[in-house]
């Protein structure tokens, strides 16, 4: 009930814009959110490097409404795809491909794209796609599937709580283009996604264990220590090499996790998010894992 709460205040634009301009924001955002800017935000992933942590650069934002603006989104990202490069960060890009046009035309998105994947090659980088609700899925696979035969140089993501996941992976397996495996952090109907939480913990497991063992350098999302625990015991029975494979989290959660993962020598990437459109961002974390809510209100009070 509470998850589905918080995803329905995701979607809420007038509470949105009083969230972003709100001067409270810092004490919702700072443990979540690197900063505004792409210098804060590179400051975070050097901190987080010389952690042994890489990272996963996001500049948020989604369903841009205009072509300028969705050339724009493009234009951040090449830039820090540059400045991951100066300054010789361990770091990746994640772009939501509605940033990108989609929404207004699956052309334009793939010409931005296109445009960003240049700048991957030119800089040596590497380019996640996050997936985003279901009517999005087919035009995000075509576009990935597209990118990767003409750079590679990509990973695409795969949500568990979707029925199509399992086949979505087969295919991307075939064509041996990395995944990040995640559960899914959208309102979902019945007729598409797994309503129980059991039945996505389920697939979750059924799907990392595919990947595990038939993936390229599968992305194992998750802050979920079931999930983390069945992943690593699958390593140690059937493998693969520690450094065929990662683990991936948000940045602020679950630290302690975090720690143990990369003392024990696993690889461990951070998504970490920057920029001033936070707010469906945090609910959509908020919703994966309500406890959060514990520490944002522990903060509030101490203000």
Same mark, same amino acid.
């Given at each position: 009930m509470l998850r589905r709460l918080l995803l329905f205040l995701s979607e809420r634009r007038a509470l949105r814009r009083w969230m972003e301009t709100s001067p409270a924001a810092a004490v919702l955002t700072r443990r979540f959110v690197a900063g505004q800017t792409l210098d804060r935000e590179v400051e975070v992933c050097r901190r987080l490097n010389a952690?042994? +942590?890489l990272a996963s650069l996001d500049h948020l934002g989604e369903n841009v409404t205009s072509a300028e603006e969705a050339r724009t989104s493009r234009d951040f990202y090449v830039e820090a795809l540059r400045r +991951? $490069?100066?300054e010789k960060l361990q770091a990746s890009v994640s772009i939501k491909l509605t940033q990108f046009g989609l929404n207004l035309s699956e052309d334009l998105c793939r010409e931005n794209v296109a445009s960003l994947m240049e700048a991957a090659v030119a800089h040596d980088g590497f380019v996640e796609f996050d997936m985003e609700s279901h009517?999005?899925?087919d035009r995000t696979l075509r +576009?990935?599937?597209g990118m990767h035969a003409r750079f590679g140089r990509v990973r695409a993501v795969v949500q568990a709580y979707l029925y199509r996941s399992a086949e979505d992976i087969d295919a991307l397996c075939r064509d041996r283009i990395p995944v990040r495996l995640c559960k899914g952090a959208y309102r979902e109907p019945p007729s598409v996604a797994f309503p129980k939480k059991s039945r996505v913990d389920a697939n979750y497991m059924r799907l990392a264990a595919t990947l595990l063992e038939r993936g390229v350098n599968p992305g +194992? $999302?998750?802050h979920d220590p079931n999930m983390i625990r069945h992943a690593l015991d699958h390593v140690q029975r059937h493998g693969p090499a520690?450094?065929?494979f990662e683990f991936q989290m948000l940045y602020g959660i679950r630290r302690d996790l975090q720690r143990s993962l990369t003392g024990a020598g696993y690889r461990l990437r951070l998504y970490v998010p920057y920029g001033d459109a936070w707010y469906p961002y945090l609910m959509r974390r908020l919703a994966e894992r309500p406890a959060n809510l514990l520490f944002l209100a522990r903060n509030l009070i101490r203000k």
């Open positions: 952690e042994g +942590i +991951i $490069a100066q009517p999005y899925v +576009i990935v599937t +194992i $999302a998750t520690k450094d065929a």
